[in-house]
């Protein structure tokens, strides 16, 4: 094996002529900033997606999984930019490119179905177990799961119409009447900075002794964890004006709050509300 043992006489040379060259506090510095490696001091850390030999019949799977994975990153982002920005950002955002709106429900779509029960099927069983005469208003509807799901009169309200039936707006200006729905549902939908005033137009287009209904991740309402005390929560929606009438706590993934509008209430001028913690989706 003469050639090895060329080799190896070569590179010990090398070292040494460094070692002897350079001071410690110097040995970075004088390396050139990108040196060509002698040899990869270590194989390069793999993919967690292995790519497929050339011609395999894995390529398209292989392609599909990197699919997966940016448009679940491309999710995340959406996702983070909604819980820390207003209603009017995210709707000048969507409006600049509405394909968005199908790539962050694409990813909820996905993160839902790891849930074990949708809230929103909750409140649709509520809905069917009460008068099918009250209009409702779906704040933040997605692909109004809702109103597709009962007989009621409903308006379902989001950024993007993505069924000719869906009200495109910022919801904290709708184009409902004052006082025109008995039911306000805010479905995971509390996302912009701004909740507070989706609550105050829901309040403004609630009738009297109307239900205001609103389930929201649980992470948000975790106070030992930097989320908002659901106490504190509760208390701010009733200076609104609102009764507490029940706080369903038992899910795993979210709370569900169902309020009363007082058939009279003096509003409070200035309520103090809690932060909600924005929810981030981790990485699959
Ligand atoms: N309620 C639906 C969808 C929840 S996803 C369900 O339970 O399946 C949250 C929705 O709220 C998203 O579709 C998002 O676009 C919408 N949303 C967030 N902020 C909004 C705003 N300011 N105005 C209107 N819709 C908003």
Redesign the pocket.
């Known amino acids: 094996m003469a050639g090895e043992g060329k080799r190896r006489t070569r590179r010990g040379k090398r070292k040494r002529h460094s070692r002897n060259n350079a001071s410690p506090s110097l040995q970075k510095e004088e390396q050139p900033p990108i040196s060509p490696p002698l040899r990869p001091s270590r194989p390069p850390k793999r993919s967690r997606v292995e790519p497929p030999a050339p011609n395999s019949m894995a390529s398209s799977s292989f392609l599909d999984k990197i699919r997966g994975r940016l448009s679940g990153a491309h999710f995340r982002m959406i996702n983070e930019k909604?819980y820390t920005c207003s209603?009017s950002e995210?709707?000048d955002l969507?409006k600049k490119d509405p394909e968005l709106?199908d790539v962050?429900?694409a990813g909820?779509q996905e993160q839902?179905s790891h849930w074990p029960e949708?809230?929103?099927n909750i409140i649709i069983k509520w809905l069917k177990n009460h008068s099918s005469s009250m209009v409702v208003a779906?704040?933040?509807?997605?692909?109004a799961?809702?109103a597709k799901n009962v007989k009621n009169k409903v308006f379902s309200?989001?950024?993007?119409a993505n069924d000719p039936s869906v009200i495109a707006?910022?919801?904290?200006h709708t184009p409902l009447d004052s006082s025109s729905v008995d039911v306000a549902v805010f479905?995971?939908?509390l996302?912009?900075t701004n909740f507070s005033s989706?609550l105050q137009e829901a309040n403004r287009v609630l009738k009297p002794c109307g239900w205001l209904l609103i389930?929201e991740v649980r992470s948000r309402f975790d106070p030992n964890n930097g989320g908002a005390d659901p106490d504190k929560f509760c208390e701010a929606v009733c200076k609104l004006g609102y009764t507490s009438v029940l706080k369903d706590l038992k899910n795993k993934m979210f709370l569900l709050f169902y309020f009363k509008k007082k058939e009279k209430a003096a509003p409070v001028k200035y309520i103090e509300w809690p932060e909600l913690k924005a929810c981030l989706y981790k990485r699959r």
């Open positions: 909604l209603g995210a709707l969507f709106f962050y429900h909820y839902m949708q809230p929103v779906d704040f933040g509807c997605g692909s799961t809702l309200i989001d950024l993007v707006c910022d919801m904290s479905c995971l939908s996302m912009g989706y389930a």
